[in-house]
């Protein structure tokens, strides 16, 4: 036994001179790459051919150690093995599909914590963007091109404005758009969501006068003098969902493929979707009935703003469980629940506890609102978590923060369950409090993780560097302090706020360097960056836990789904400003290639 065990030894040191430093005592290594291995022995055999072979390139494992290697071997779906081009030679096959990296760089395939994924695709096939839109003048000579299309009086609805990058730092005013609307009732959304410019058609429509009282947690938001400006901020909105006409069964679904379409040819393999109703729910899941949808779909139902709404959530969150029970592939899943507690940075709706920064567009802006009572709020997180649903909640402002990481703690201690991973969407300016609670409930319960946007430093910078002032602007996105005090963070878009492409947060994460220059160009400071290796992982195996899914994709290693993005460049070498114009040539999502750069 003593002679056998220690051939057995020698037998995995040569595998792991072999394979190129593979640590072969890892159990789940060892079995798999076993095969791989010519050993001295006569009885040994060449491993079974594998379906797809990746090599002469450079892998970004983002395991447990980072590890690179040169090549990868897959079947079923899965990976078998990594190492050396010249180990993996022997997995390959007459029927092996041969992938040439040539010296390109693999990586996991991206995953997106926080992306509006099905709503965002159907505004790109319906609506008029606006993301583009460089100045007022720009603005209003498109919304009067589209209103010259339309048939007389059908709605005008457009998106993605973002004062950052117009020239004036504000959308038209409400006599700048009524002159180009055309007769049109016109609704046209900032890029953040967060509040919708209407014309003075609209306004009639709704019934809102200067003297409309504002609704809880929103704004009908007024000029100087106190006339009405056509903004509606945040639950404001709300007059407009009964208002504007819904898109049909077919352009949802049209809006869903175009954005997976997308989705993929940025390397993107996953991504959680937030705040799903019943419709766009039941547009997932028709697609996912006709076939195995080609990449991982994690939704979250709407649990809206009082006991009633969230009594309902619980019960469609159970049925949409049972729906996806019966579907094959399971790529798509429910993960749990969405409840807003604030606004908007850029809109300066955020809860906090100092006001936010006076300018010309914001007259007194105040501290934000919260978009429900708290006590309902806490009320609402008590029977998600007595009910072990998961629960992510919208918090930007510290006040609001905090208020949501107490609440997490509050409802844990007493329904101590784990796993339920509780996240802060957005979670912008944490307070101190606010870091040693999460820091204490991802260590006790597995809950309070953050879920971020780099991008919005990029995309929103000027916006939001205006709003919280120089003092707070450096505190934003406080990653580099997340990695210190050992708080494990994910990252996304939050599409179509920003763009879903993950090149756009790896870069940002690094440099922290706004779109504009209202401000310079480190309003942010660099304090907070972090490196690349921990924005990768922010971008992978870290949203992955967030999506449940980190056993199964996330990383590069055997056993896991061949989830993969092929890059024109390696970000690990590269310069940081480089790290923005990556390109991705290929993706592979469960060993399939589902979208090639011609």
């Known amino acids: 036994r003593r002679r056998e065990g220690t051939a057995a030894d020698d037998a995995v040191r040569r595998a792991e001179r072999f394979l190129g430093g593979i640590d072969m005592r890892n159990g789940a290594i060892s079995c798999a790459l076993a095969l791989v291995v010519a050993t001295s022995s006569a009885a040994a055999k ?64 991206m995953i997106d914590a926080h992306a509006h994924a099905l709503g965002g695709g159907i505004d790109e096939v319906a609506n008029l963007q606006l993301g583009e839109v460089a100045s007022v003048a720009d603005f209003l000579e498109r919304v ?9 009086g059908v709605w005008l609805t457009g998106s993605g404005w973002n004062e950052s990058r117009i020239a004036e730092h504000r959308p038209p005013s409400l006599a700048e758009l009524d002159a180009v609307s055309g007769g049109h009732p ?112 994690c939704t979250l139902v709407s649990a809206r703003s009082d006991m009633m709404t969230a009594r309902a959530a619980v019960d469609d969150y159970r049925q949409r469980k049972r729906e996806v029970a019966g579907l094959k592939g399971r790529n798509l899943d429910v993960c749990g629940v969405k409840i807003f507690i604030d606004g908007s940075g ?40 007595k009910e072990a649903i998961p629960i992510g909640t919208h918090a930007i402002g510290d006040r609001a923060i905090d208020t ?34 999460m820091a204490r409930l991802q260590k006790t319960y597995d809950s309070g993780y953050p879920e971020a946007q780099a991008e919005f430093l990029w995309f929103l910078g000027d916006a939001l560097a205006a709003g919280w002032g120089p003092q707070r602007s450096v505190k934003m996105m406080p990653f580099a302090t997340y990695v210190k005090r050992g708080i494990v963070y994910s990252d996304g878009s939050d599409y179509p706020v ?15 360097e706004p779109d504009g220059d209202r401000f310079g160009k480190a309003p942010f400071g660099t304090a907070e960056a972090v490196d690349i290796h921990t924005a990768m992982k922010s971008h992978t195996i870290w949203a992955a836990r967030q999506l449940f899914l980190e056993k199964e994709t996330g990383s590069l290693e055997v056993g896991k789904l061949a989830d993969v993005a092929i890059w024109d460049r390696n970000p690990y070498a590269v310069p940081t400003a480089d790290l923005k114009g990556m390109r991705c040539m290929m993706t592979l999502f469960g060993g399939k290639v589902v979208f090639e750069r011609k």
């Open 186 to 297: 016109v609704a046209l959304g900032n890029t953040t969501g967060h509040y919708t410019l209407v014309n003075s058609a609209v306004l009639k429509l709704a019934g809102i006068t200067a003297q409309t009282p504002d609704p809880a947690g929103g704004r009908f938001d007024k000029d100087a003098s106190g006339a009405l400006n056509g903004v509606l901020y945040d639950s404001a909105q709300d007059v407009l969902e009964k208002l504007v006409p819904p898109v049909d069964a077919a352009t949802r679904a049209k809006g869903l493929n175009h954005l997976i379409e997308g989705a993929l040819s940025q390397g993107l393999t996953g991504f959680k979707d937030p705040g799903i109703d019943r419709i766009y729910w039941d547009t997932y899941a028709a697609a996912a009935r006709i076939a195995p949808l080609p990449i991982h779909a």
């Open 144 to 152: 009067k091109a589209r209103a010259a299309e339309l048939p007389a």
């Open 404 to 437: 949501v990481v107490d609440a997490y703690a509050s409802a844990l201690k007493t329904w101590p369950k784990q796993g339920l991973r509780h996240s802060l969407i957005h979670a912008n300016l944490p307070t101190e409090h606010a870091l040693e609670v």
């Open 46 to 109: 060449a491993p079974a051919p594998a379906d797809t072979v990746l090599h002469h390139g450079t892998i970004l494992t983002v395991d447990a150690k980072d590890r690179v290697v040169e090549a990868m071997a897959i079947r079923g779906g899965r990976i078998v093995a990594l190492g050396t081009d010249k180990a993996i030679k022997a997995f390959i096959g007459k029927r092996t599909k041969v992938i040439d990296l040539a010296g390109r760089t693999a990586t996991p395939g």
């Open 498 to 512: 920003t763009p879903y492409a993950p090149r756009y947060g790896l870069w940002s994460s690094v440099a922290r």
């Open 346 to 385: 850029a809109g300066r709706t955020a809860w906090m506890y100092q006001p936010f920064e006076a300018d010309e567009s914001h007259v007194n802006p105040g501290t934000g609102f919260p978009m429900m009572d708290a006590g309902v709020y806490r009320r609402m997180v008590d029977l998600f978590t």
